[in-house]
Structures are given as structure tokens and as C-alpha cells.
């Protein structure tokens, strides 16, 4: 029985270090762009959402609470929804099945798409060992770390509709490029509130390269111009140009917070982890409305 509740807890910790409230931030774009490309469901789109859904988030986030253990264990928001609190004894085995989980969902998409597609898959991977690794630590690297941190939710839709083989328009640019902005205005916002644990580990990033104010403002501009870029398309999907207004209400509070009082961040923070809920409803309104062909 000891080795039952020993496995029953690490798989408990692997739950809570996959973040199940993030899962759908991820596996959405890629079922989306699959389903609205080719209108219907098959092994791809059911496989690949599948792997989008949990071991990619594993591999993510368990690489990551790997690698940030030392810093996370002097940061009181760690051990919860906000990112689990793995004890050194799990990591071997967080490792281990983060990339064991993984691995089969790839080799079978693998098989299934092609050279453009295995291209864009090896970037998704890539960032997301990049970002946490020891010896690439992508996190820290001020700008880069926002970068890296939005190709991790917009590369499993890029991925989609190479593997759907998506007719390429100037619209679906701007759709993506607005997309991108949203990652990295939530990731660089999110960064605010450990500006001052960061910093005390020696730990960079690009609040702490640029000052929780200048972040704060910085990603107030990137929500905007991901909703200016998503009105330059068609009807019905300018209307999702209006998912980016919760974000900036909730940002522009602390349009002027200062680095000693940025923790204060984190209530904007964690309201944004449930406005990400009511923008994907809105967001897939939108995607039904264009399945239907409403124009």
C-alpha cells in the first residue's frame, strides 16, 4: 500500500504541475485552426488535441517547476493554481514522465503530417525545453522570455493549420499576429508580480529588465494592438477584437505601480485567469459563427 499512495501523490503532483486550468489555453488554438481548415474530425485533430490538452502542458510546466524549484520555494504564490511546488525527490520522475507522456503523441503526429509540419512541431518542443532548461534558461532573458513564453500558446494553432494545410492569407496573419501579442502582454504582465522576488534570486526577466511600470504599460499596448490587428478581418471574427478591453481594464490599475509595491499585480493576476475563460467562449462564438459560414 506505501508504494500505491506513493504513486497515487506523485500522480497528484503531476496534475497540479500540468496547470488543468491552462489546459484549454493550448489545445483550443490547435482544435480550431484544425476543425475550421478542414471541417472535419479525424486522427490528426483528435491526437493532436489530445497531446495539447495534458502532456504538453506537462512537459511545460513540469520542466519548468523542475528547473525553478530553488526560486519557486521562496515565492509565497507557488503550490497552487499558480504553479506547483515539486519537492527535489519528484524531479527525476517529473522529468521522466513529462517527456514519456509526450513522446508518443509525437511520433504518431509525426507520422501523420509532413516536412512543414515536423518544423513547426520541433519549434513548439523546443521552446518549451528552452524556457525552463538549465544551460538555455530562455525565462530569463529579458524580451525573450515573453517571446518564448507566446510561441508556447501560439504554436499549437501555427501547428494546426500547417498540419491541415491552411490556405495562408494577409487576415490569417493578422489573426496570428494578434494572437501573439496576447501572449506576450499576459506573459509580461504576469512577470510584474516578481519583480522583487526575481530580483532578490538574481533572477532576470523583463519586468526586471524594464520595471514593473514600463512592463505594465508595455503590455497594456500589446492587448491593444492585438485587438487592432484582429479588426483587420472579416465579420464576423473583428468582433473577438473585443476580448482584449477585459484585459486592459484590469492591467490599467497599475498603470503606475512602482517595483516595491508590484506584487500588488497579483490580483489583476489572478482575475485573468478566469477572464481567459470568458475570451475563449467569445473566441469560439466567433469560430462556430465562421464555421457556419455567417458573413
Not at 188 to 199: C, K, L
Not at 268 to 273: A, I, K, N, P
Request: glycine residues 8%; hydrophobic residues 55%; charged residues 10%.
Amino acid at each position: 500500500m506505501p508504494e500505491v499512495d506513493r504513486a497515487a501523490g506523485l500522480g497528484r503532483r503531476l496534475l497540479l504541475a500540468s496547470r488543468p486550468v491552462s489546459w484549454v489555453n493550448t489545445a483550443f488554438p490547435f482544435a480550431a485552426a484544425m476543425l475550421l481548415t478542414t471541417g472535419e474530425v479525424d486522427a490528426r485533430l483528435v491526437i493532436g488535441t489530445l497531446f495539447f490538452l495534458v502532456p504538453y502542458n506537462l512537459a511545460m510546466y513540469g520542466i519548468n517547476d523542475v528547473f525553478d524549484y530553488e526560486s519557486d520555494a521562496k515565492n509565497p504564490r507557488k503550490g497552487g493554481v499558480e504553479g506547483a511546488l515539486l519537492p527535489p525527490s519528484t524531479h527525476r520522475a517529473t522529468l521522466a514522465w513529462s517527456v514519456g507522456l509526450a513522446a508518443p503523441f509525437v511520433l504518431v503526429l509525426l507520422a501523420l503530417g509532413g516536412p512543414g509540419s515536423w518544423a513547426v512541431l520541433a519549434v513548439s518542443l523546443f521552446a518549451v525545453v528552452a524556457y525552463s532548461a538549465k544551460g538555455l534558461r530562455f525565462k530569463e532573458v529579458p524580451l525573450l522570455d515573453s517571446i518564448t513564453s507566446s510561441t508556447h500558446f501560439v504554436s499549437p494553432a501555427v501547428y494546426g493549420l500547417v498540419l491541415a494545410g491552411a490556405d495562408w492569407s494577409p487576415q490569417l496573419a493578422a489573426v496570428l499576429a494578434a494572437f501573439f501579442c496576447w501572449g506576450m502582454a499576459s506573459h509580461a504582465f504576469g512577470a510584474v508580480q516578481d519583480v522583487v522576488p526575481d530580483r532578490e534570486a538574481g533572477i532576470g526577466s523583463i519586468a526586471t529588465a524594464l520595471g514593473a511600470r514600463a512592463t505594465v504599460r508595455l503590455a497594456i499596448a500589446l492587448w491593444a494592438a492585438a485587438g487592432a490587428l484582429t479588426l483587420l478581418t472579416p465579420w464576423p471574427a473583428w468582433v473577438a477584437a473585443a476580448v482584449a478591453l477585459p484585459y486592459i481594464v484590469l492591467a490599467a490599475p497599475f498603470w503606475s505601480v512602482t517595483d516595491a509595491a508590484s506584487a500588488a499585480a497579483n490580483r489583476g493576476w489572478r482575475r485573468f485567469l478566469w477572464v481567459n475563460y470568458a475570451a475563449g467562449f467569445v473566441v469560439t462564438m466567433v469560430c462556430i459563427l465562421w464555421a457556419m459560414g455567417v458573413r
